[in-house]
Each structure stands twice: as structure tokens, then as C-alpha cells.
């Protein structure tokens, strides 16, 4: 297997029974990487594996639902016995590990080194991890934020983060075998910054990849209507991410 998605978690804005907000554990060759701690992932991730395993953490953007559980991991990894032979890599927008050290009312985030070794991210930005290649773009969101293209074997997955509409999008979908979309509006009020996608934009951007998936599907919508809409644009496979599911890519 050179490349797999599990959905742990796709809830937009906060959790709901049995649905975390954003998180998904990418597999290849000698990797395993968290792509977004949102509320609820970190149990979540302990169902597929031994977070202790973990190569890597990657966050989209400093917005609650995509990182708060990185302060449940910090917990496992410092107290709870779920100990990493090595700081685990955390690749995010600048200030992370201030935020998070901000939980604790301290001021200096370096006590957190011990588990956590926490990089930035930027527009380009790589990382190889095994077989496991991310790469970075900046998208379009009210804060610093990114989507993601890994690769391995051959294989394809490109994730838009949360991202309005944006060029970054095309080019991190073209060519993707899957691509891992939000669709979290129904409808786009006038006047109102363009922070989130609707499905038909979703569907729109994902026309260079072979298959779709709408995640982040907000209260305006149900998952299946959000996919059946951006379907309709796309023209071709596509589906609403489910939590527990595991794809092959």
C-alpha cells in the first residue's frame, strides 16, 4: 500500500457525537502523519494507532477545530505513558506552539521541546517522512493557513485545509488521484469575505483530480447534499468523508 486516508474526524465549526472536527492519518512506507488535531481526533487516532508511532503532525491553520487536540497529545506524550522515542515533528503556521503553550498561562512555549518539536510552515514548504512526501500551499482563509499535497509511490492526495476560493486550489488538485475538499457554505452572502467553499466551488476546483471528497461540511448543509451538489459539478466520483473510513489512494 503506498498511500492511504483514515478520516478520524470532518465536524464544522465544533464536534458532534461520533463526528470530531477535522483530522486525518495518512499511511505509506515508513510514514504515519497526522493532518489536522481538531476537537475529538486524538481518540479518534488512538482507534488506527499508537500515536507514539506518529512520524509527523501537520496543521493546516491555528483555528480550534484543526489543532485544539494537539493540547491532548501533548498530555498523552508528557504524562498520560504514550511516550515518542523523539519529539514528534509538528509542521504548522508560525505561533503554534505559542498558542498551545498559552493553555498552560506560560509564556514561553520551550517546555514543550520535550515532545513536540514544532516547525512552520510556509508556502512551498516540504517535508519527507519514509516514502511520504508533503508539500505545503498557502490558501486563501481569514488567517495563515495552507493546504496540502502528499505523495508517495506514484499516488496523489491533495487537501484544501479550509481555503476560499483561491488559484492554490487548482494546483494542488491537478493531478491528485483524491482530493480532500471542504465544502462548508451553502451559500454566499454578499459582501461576505470568501473564507470557506461551497460545494459547487468544491467541485469546481476538483475537476484535475480523479476522485472527490467533501469534508468540512458545515450546519447549513448534510454531508450527502454537499457532495451531491459538488458532484454535480465535477463530474466524476465523488463522495462525503466519513469518520472511521479508510481509502486506499
Known amino acids: 500500500m503506498s498511500l492511504s486516508l483514515t478520516v478520524l474526524g470532518t465536524a464544522s465549526p465544533h464536534p458532534a457525537p461520533g463526528r470530531p472536527c477535522s483530522g486525518y492519518l495518512l499511511r505509506a512506507p515508513g510514514a504515519e502523519v497526522w493532518v489536522d488535531a481538531g476537537t475529538g481526533t486524538f481518540a479518534e487516532l ?38 515518542p522515542p523523539a519529539p514528534v515533528p509538528v509542521y504548522a503556521p508560525r505561533d503554534c506552539a505559542g498558542r498551545l503553550a498559552g493553555f498552560f498561562g506560560r509564556p514561553d512555549a520551550r517546555f514543550l521541546d520535550g515532545v513536540l518539536d514544532f516547525r512552520p510552515l510556509s508556502d512551498g514548504h516540504t517535508a519527507r517522512h519514509g516514502e511520504l512526501l508533503l508539500t505545503a500551499r498557502a490558501v486563501e482563509h481569514d488567517t495563515e493557513a495552507y493546504g496540502l499535497r502528499a505523495e508517495s509511490g506514484g499516488r496523489a492526495l491533495a487537501y484544501s ?20 475538499c471542504e465544502a462548508d457554505i451553502g451559500t454566499r452572502r454578499e459582501g461576505e469575505q470568501p473564507v470557506h467553499l461551497t460545494p459547487e466551488e468544491a467541485g469546481a ?19 450527502e447534499e454537499a457532495a451531491g451538489r459538488a458532484a454535480v459539478v465535477f463530474g466524476g466520483p465523488a463522495g462525503p468523508a466519513r469518520e472511521g473510513e479508510t481509502r486506499t489512494v
Open 46 to 83: 488512538q482507534r488506527h494507532m499508537d500515536p507514539a508511532r506518529l512520524s509527523a503532525i501537520w496543521i493546516s491553520h491555528l483555528h480550534a477545530d484543526h489543532y485544539a487536540d494537539l493540547l491532548a497529545a501533548f498530555y498523552a506524550f508528557a504524562y498520560g505513558g504514550t511516550t
Open 161 to 180: 485545509g479550509d481555503s476560499g476560493p483561491c488559484a492554490a486550489l487548482t494546483r494542488l488538485a491537478d493531478g491528485a488521484d483524491l482530493f480532500l
Open 205 to 223: 476546483y476538483a475537476v484535475g483530480a480523479g476522485e472527490l471528497l467533501v469534508t468540512h461540511v458545515g450546519p447549513s448543509l448534510t454531508r
